[in-house]
RNA sequence: GGCCCCUUCGUCUAGCGGUCUAGGACACCGGCCUCUCACGCCGGCGACACGGGUUCGAGUCCCGUAGGGGUCACCA
């Protein structure tokens, strides 16, 4: 077999979305597994609605995401030429024709055939049936005209097998002869990527499943332009919790790529998330390293039934899908310290409570590694580490109502005890777990209250969360300096 | 409306005629752990859209119905 090429073609009229993401998964992983060629191809034919940013943007995405092509990118405005010329040549061998039906005359006919209900919207080939002189009369009278492909008017249709949906099988008569390029000259989708397929040598087309009626018509352009067509692979639409397509304009930022990195997602996690989106290895395995993922995966074990974005607007618990966020909770908690030190330290630095000594070679790197591992389990996004976990990195934070509620207001004597504690603390030498334990213990017991008094009103001082990691490592991981200054300025928060 | 595709727990899915009293994951609920929460572990709730066939036997094959999706541009 030959090298394996596949191509992800975004149109650059917005940012790159998740089901353009996972479309760019799919045939990367395919081409990975294939040694194959992943090629990037920008289809900017539509030139109003193209932007030099949504190119960066597109670009930008899958970079962050990992997701690395081969060749390209190109684009398919580049070769606009080549397009016209096989315009001509299909012109010049019979496969079309020119249509001097304006857009008025056509849309009229459509009208008539929704008032008829018949259902029959296909161009009735007017033109088809002019006679040579018809057309050159028309054309000498500087009419304007399409281009239209020349379905065959025989019996039978075009079959193919697709690798995901099967054999599918189109009549003939169920296909209009569509137009190939515009009354301006310039060609059309349908055709520009049928030739640009031909010519980057495209070898499968894993695209959604709203290709999947072109593919019938780009199968007579193969033909048509003597091309032996490539091999089809539809993958099933994400839709939203309505059945409705994604789209930029309904669901905006949820669905960008864009917004993942932005509330801190790791960009393996997603694309394990995404990937997981209609298709499975056909065990039980749902987290995959890249290595994992390319041998697993392959287009047979697509499914053919669109899936559902789980994506609940309005819930300010679930800021995408529920799934999602628990991938992404699973790698921050699952992967080296090392690796994630990088990340934390970026989300420190947006947030402006980063210190040098922190830094790689800096002297107080251990400690935060340390931090780091201590916390990370309860968080689902990078971002936690600058806001739920913000009172181990900076003496600024906030107090969760919550916690200043049920922590503190609702033991009064707490205003007494902090700052007693915060002395006892102080004189704890060395300053261990096991003191620390010890020490809050035996002060509980002295003041005959329960351990978790002192213990979750301390936390509420010390790290303004409700919750979080065992305590003495808490204190451990503030220090004794903070803790103790902390715990000091703790009846301010009493009323 | 025409044509095409799809239909297993709320969601993502396993299942390729008997091993299915349908398995896993997320979410949810309960328990253990415990200073709290999370993690982890244990348990619970929860689905084969419906109706006909075929077959000794159907979630698995066929047909129909219903529902959903895609597409019907001089967009890509």
Known sequence: MNEVRVRFPPSPTGYLHIGGARTAIY????????????????????????????????????????????????????????????????????????????????EAKREAARAAKTGDYRYDKTCRRLSPEEVAAKEAAGLPYVVRFKV?????????????????????????????????????????????????????????????????????????LGAEPPVFAHMPLTLDTKKRKISKRTHGEVVAVQYYREIGFLPWALVNFLVLLGWSPGDDREIFSREELIEAFSLERINRANSVFNYQKGDPKFITDPKALTINAHYLRAMPVAELAPLVEKELRKAGIWKEDWGENGKERAWFLRVIDLIRSRFHTLKDFATLGRAYFDDEFEIEAKAIKKNLAKHPQLKEWLPELADRLAAVEPFTAENIENTLRRFAEEKGAKPGVPINGLRTVVTGRLAGPGIFDVILAVGKERTVARLRRAPALFV
Do not use: M
């Open 152 to 224: 065959p008017e025989e019996a039978g249709g075009v079959r193919f097998h697709d690798v995901v949906y099967g054999d599918i099988e189109r009549a003939y008569d169920d296909i209009e002869d569509f137009v190939i390029v515009r009354s301006n000259g310039r060609p059309l989708y349908l055709l520009c990527n049928v030739v640009d397929d031909i010519r980057d040598r495209i070898t499968h087309i894993i695209r959604g499943q709203d290709g999947l009626v072109n593919t019938p018509r780009q199968i007579l352009l193969y033909r048509a």
């Open 27 to 106: 045939n990367w992983l395919f081409a990975r597994k294939h040694n194959g060629k992943l090629i990037l191809r920008i289809e900017d034919t539509d030139a109003e609605r193209s932007t030099q940013e949504s190119i960066e943007g597109i670009i930008d995405g899958l970079t962050w995401l990992g997701i690395d092509w081969d060749e390209g990118p190109y684009f398919q405005s580049e070769h606009a030429a080549e397009h016209q010329a096989a315009a001509e040549r299909l012109l010049a061998t019979g496969h079309a024709y020119k249509c001097f039906c304006t857009k008025e005359e056509l």
